[in-house]
């Protein structure tokens, strides 16, 4: 059987090899060298990352991580499992052969490995941009056949690892579901077509504004010209520039906008459902996190959303203390313990390695030096590594949540590590570093409508969107369901498409209206 498909394989690649394809000559002997070394493939990146969206910098993170991946099991592991000659050339025209020879294993091709792995990982978080590079990721894989360093049944082999390489990514860091997936309860709000009407807070403090792309003035200005913009400066108090605008939006259309980091949306959020207020959420900080499940990742998404009237409904959970006095409210993440601290280190290598490997080695990080924390959650008695509440059903389960499906269940997302059982910080180091960790017996979840906790005496500060507090002897979590009426466009926009109007506007923009 084995000298069966080497038979098979020498015939192929003999036909490959005396095939006069029109211009193949011309393109692929320098597209496969373009992939040395993975170069086309971090060029690519490089390039989805500063003109794409949020999508197109997933996808580029995780075509990378998988390449990575694969490059280390090809090189590292499978060529020196099997030892196979390279093909010899005799049959293969000499303008096409490469000006120098690869000496390592013909089995399996590295360049079609990483090819497929790239492609395919970029295809897991956005199928289009993964439809893009298909062609691409083929031709780079037929073009080592058509050069004649390795046989067909090579490239083939090496597709399947890239291809598996990119897979096994999604067990650590799995893809953010498409907006279609996600069950909104679809509401109507104002619409607004230039956005008259619509007062937008704009936290010049907040994040990184908007990478690569126009200033956030300027991108507003662009979409919704007729909206109003309130800047908060680094001397400005957000609050009374936010009472300010809430007052506006309330005299006019009863939209309030804001341009921000989580931070910033929180206190804007709070506001807008006390006065009964549209809120228009434009993602201008770091992360972006209530942007991205709101079903925003773009000014785009949200300037659509605003010029059509479509909503969806979206709990606010609030934080009383023991006398019932609210001392906070929170939109996406509430904390009390390791988990600050966690986030933080998290946040620092996320961008290098991805979400789920940077939770866990941070995860440890931490771990190695902390004090277990001693409370009473609903009555009872627990000595815990941290205690984690989402605003909603978060997914997946573990340390490293990235989506909620809704954002108006009712629920608090409720996780919490144990500290009591035995070995509990080797068990949850080890599940953590394996991506086992949401089926530890030392972590827990558990969604609940409301959660008090009690004997917080030695927690001297609480976490919540990206902001800290005082933390009181007592807490009560509940919610306040469908509080909030946020815009989010109902159908999925074309990403590229919308940044090439926005470029096109923005090339078409008028003298004396300032840079675009």
């Not at 090819?115 to 395919?120: D, I, K, R, T």
């Not at 409904?313 to 601290?341: H, K, M, Q």
């Not at 570093?433 to 972590?443: E, H, I, N, P, T």
Request: charged share 20%; proline share 7%; glycine share 10%.
């Amino acid at each position: 059987m084995k000298r069966r498909i080497g038979s098979i394989d020498r015939r192929w690649f003999e036909r490959v090899a005396s095939a006069r394809l029109p211009g193949a000559e011309q393109v692929l002997p320098p597209l496969s060298s373009a992939a040395n070394h993975g170069r086309l493939w971090f060029g690519t990146a490089a390039a989805l990352a500063v003109v794409g969206g949020p999508a197109a910098r997933r996808a580029a993170r995780r075509g990378v991580g998988a390449l990575a991946l694969a490059s280390v099991t090809t090189n590292a592991v499978a060529k020196y499992a099997v030892r196979r000659h390279r093909p010899v050339l005799d049959t293969v025209p000499a303008m096409r052969r490469l000006s120098k020879a690869p000496w390592t294993s013909s089995f399996p091709s590295g360049h079609a490995a990483s090819a497929a792995a790239f492609a395919v990982g970029v295809a897991l978080e956005t199928p289009r941009y993964g439809a893009l590079l298909a062609p691409v990721a083929a031709a780079v894989a037929f073009s080592r056949v058509y050069v004649g360093v390795h046989y067909p049944g090579d490239v083939l082999a090496g597709c399947a690892l890239g291809a598996a390489a990119a897979a096994v990514t999604c067990y650590w860091w799995p893809p953010r579901p498409s907006p279609a997936q996600h069950r909104r309860s679809r509401v109507k709000a104002p619409a607004l077509p230039e956005g008259e009407g619509l007062v937008v807070v704009l936290n010049s403090g907040s994040g990184k504004g908007v990478p690569g792309r126009l200033p956030a003035r300027d991108h507003l200005d662009l979409l919704l010209p007729k909206a109003e913009v309130l800047e908060c400066g680094p001397g400005d108090d957000l609050g009374e520039i936010l009472d300010e605008a809430v007052e506006r939006a309330t005299a006019g259309a009863g939209v309030l906008g804001v341009c921000g980091g989580d931070g910033t949306v929180n206190a804007t959020a709070r506001r807008a459902a006390e006065a009964g207020l549209a809120l228009a959420v434009f993602p201008g900080g770091t992360l972006n996190h209530f942007a991205l499940d709101a079903g925003t990742p773009t000014f785009e998404d949200t300037a659509h959303a605003v010029r059509r009237g479509e909503a969806v409904r979206v709990d606010l959970a609030r934080v009383r203390d023991g006398a019932g006095e609210e001392v906070t409210g929170f939109v996406n993440t509430f904390s009390i313990g390791l988990y600050p601290e966690l986030v933080r280190q998290r946040e620092k290598l996320e961008g290098r390695i991805g979400k789920w490997p940077a939770a866990a080695v941070s995860f440890v990080e931490v771990l190695r030096t902390a004090t277990p924390l001693r409370i009473r959650l609903d009555g009872h008695d627990r000595v815990l590594w941290l205690l984690f509440a989402g605003n909603g059903q978060y997914a997946p389960d573990g340390l490293a949540p990235t989506h909620r499906p809704r954002m108006d269940d009712g629920l608090l997302d409720i996780r919490t590590v144990d500290a009591e059982a035995p070995l509990a910080r080797t068990r949850v180091a080890l599940s953590s570093l394996g991506g086992a960790l949401r089926r530890s017996r030392v972590f827990r979840t558990e969604r609940v409508e409301q959660l008090r906790l009690s004997g917080l005496e030695d927690v001297a500060r609480l976490a919540y969107d990206g902001e800290t507090a005082p933390a009181p002897d007592t807490l009560l979590l509940d919610k306040l369901h469908s509080a909030l009426t946020v815009y989010s466009p109902a159908a999925q926009l074309d990403e590229i498409a919308q940044r090439a109007r926005t470029l096109t506007l923005a090339a078409n923009r008028q003298p004396g209206r300032g840079p675009a």
